[in-house]
């Protein structure tokens, strides 16, 4: 993004806390006739939200700009440090809009805005943003704000940690969209935010109930001996105090130390053949065998991918978003070219050529660089059985959505129990990955059920069921 400011100097001075100042030149300040008097005297008078503090200072009937930045970081190295997860992201720009839209009712304009990541400041959190206002009659050397708000969200989408494949595609179709406006871009956002936390608070559910150990009654098998009729009980004991009484006279009549651990080890086993007698064996008798139920603690299930994987995932996705704003910066550099074009002729320097050349090398893809004949290709598909039939369904899109809806998916399927947007099928190399895209009744993978918005890389001939519908993915090349 060029520099939306080039056209004066901006100092940024550490002392006294922190401030950036503005003038027109290193030496030259501004005149008093520069400045929009009316939103000048807006700025000063009150305290407009998300709006960096404005003071001026004259020196010699030159206006000097000062604008307060202690306590605040810019918002790359704050993203650097404090990655953006999906809600940051959206509590990010909704508050950037909510600013925008807020400057009519404090008589400032829109196209004074400075929509530029070096000059967006951040206080504790991604929802505290503070903007830059030019209160100037030229106002700043900006592009269109649409394009500048729509630069910054591409750019600000690479720092996503753990990006939403689908969401994001949700924001650059919008994006694209000739009818894109403030309130339209906020709203989806909004809407986006509230879905992103739904799926957060599923997640958080799921694996609450995952983690914790849930009772289970299982049958155990008891053996023991039938009880004694009390003749034989009665027996039993008598004998028992009678072989004691004997073991103690032979102590008594002995009377020494000896005699005594004699005494007491005989006692013990004695009173050892007693028990085992009455409750573990008998000569010619068979135990008895019964049934009882007993509660066990079940462990907590297993995540079906490791947190490796998932990272892989993330850092994968991070560096698709990379490429996909670059090639949508380069393409808007394009098309503001060709338009220069049709005015003066564009002159360009080797460097360029070479430095414009690298930049396309390095968004290529790595299948175009490997020759055609040299790769192997490899059918991913989905087989299903209806009615004795068994069907196949090639999966060749880089994502592929089941669900009931008509719009928006690339499968229809009305069987009982399938959401609107229930599944994705997301094309990882050369296999795919599946995620559940917030459906009622989940999805399954080998009869596991899945957390929802979670990429799961799937192997050959997994079993994926929604609802009652059940495929059968497949891999062969």
Do not use: C
């Amino acid at each position: 993004m060029s520099n939306p400011l080039e056209l004066y100097h901006i100092d940024q001075i550490t002392s006294n806390g922190g401030y950036m100042k503005l003038k027109q030149t290193s030496e030259k300040g501004f005149t008093a006739d520069d400045f929009q008097e009316l939103q000048l005297k807006m700025i000063q008078s009150n305290d407009i939200p998300r709006l960096l503090p404005i003071s001026l200072e004259e020196m010699n009937e030159e206006i000097t700009v000062f604008y307060k930045t202690e306590g605040l970081r810019k918002l790359r190295p704050f993203a650097k440090e404090r990655p953006l997860s999906m809600q940051n992201y959206y509590a990010l720009f909704i508050n950037i809009i909510q600013a925008l839209q807020d400057s009519n009712n404090n008589m400032l304009s829109e196209d004074h805005f400075v929509l530029d990541e070096e000059y967006i400041y951040i206080g504790d959190g991604y929802h505290q943003v503070y903007l830059m206002y030019v209160p100037l009659k030229e106002g700043v050397a900006n592009s269109a704000l649409y394009e500048s708000l729509k630069k910054l969200l591409l750019n600000m989408a690479s720092e996503v940690k753990g990006l939403n494949g689908v969401q994001f595609k949700t924001i650059l179709n919008y994006i694209k969209d000739p009818g894109f406006s403030l309130h339209g871009i906020k709203q989806l956002l909004s809407q986006l935010q509230k879905q992103s936390r739904q799926g957060e608070d599923e997640e958080s559910d799921y694996q609450k109930e995952a983690s914790q150990p849930k009772e289970i009654i299982k049958i155990k098998k008891v053996r023991k001996m039938p009880p004694l009729a009390s003749k034989v009980k009665t027996y039993s004991i008598l004998i028992g105090l009678l072989l004691l009484a004997g073991v103690w006279r032979l102590y008594m009549d002995a009377g020494n130390t000896p005699m005594l651990i004699v005494s007491i080890i005989l006692s013990l086993i004695i009173i050892s053949g007693v028990y085992v007698y009455w409750f573990v064996w008998r000569p010619g008798v068979k135990p008895i065998i019964t049934e009882k139920e007993v509660k066990v603690k079940s462990k907590p299930a297993k995540q079906m991918i490791s947190y490796k994987n998932n990272k892989e995932t993330n850092i994968e996705e991070q560096q698709t978003v990379e490429e996909i704003s670059a090639t949508e910066i380069f393409t808007n550099q394009q098309v503001q070219s060709q338009d220069t074009a049709e005015v003066e002729p564009i002159t360009s320097t080797d460097d360029d050529i070479q430095e414009e050349t690298n930049d396309q090398t390095m968004l290529l893809d790595e299948t175009e660089m490997i020759p055609e004949k040299s790769r192997k290709k490899i059918r991913n598909y989905l087989v299903i059985d209806r009615d004795g039939t068994e069907e196949e369904i090639q999966l060749e899109k880089d994502n592929f959505i089941i669900g009931r809806a008509e719009k928006g998916t690339d499968l229809i399927e009305k069987a009982v129990g399938i959401s609107r947007l229930h599944v994705e099928l997301v094309k990882l190399s050369d296999t795919y990955g599946i995620k559940d895209l917030g459906a009622k009744n989940g999805t399954y993978i080998n009869n596991e059920k899945i957390i929802p918005y979670k990429i799961y890389e799937l192997s050959s001939e997994d079993t994926i069921q929604i609802g009652k519908t059940v495929y059968t993915y497949k891999v062969s090349e």
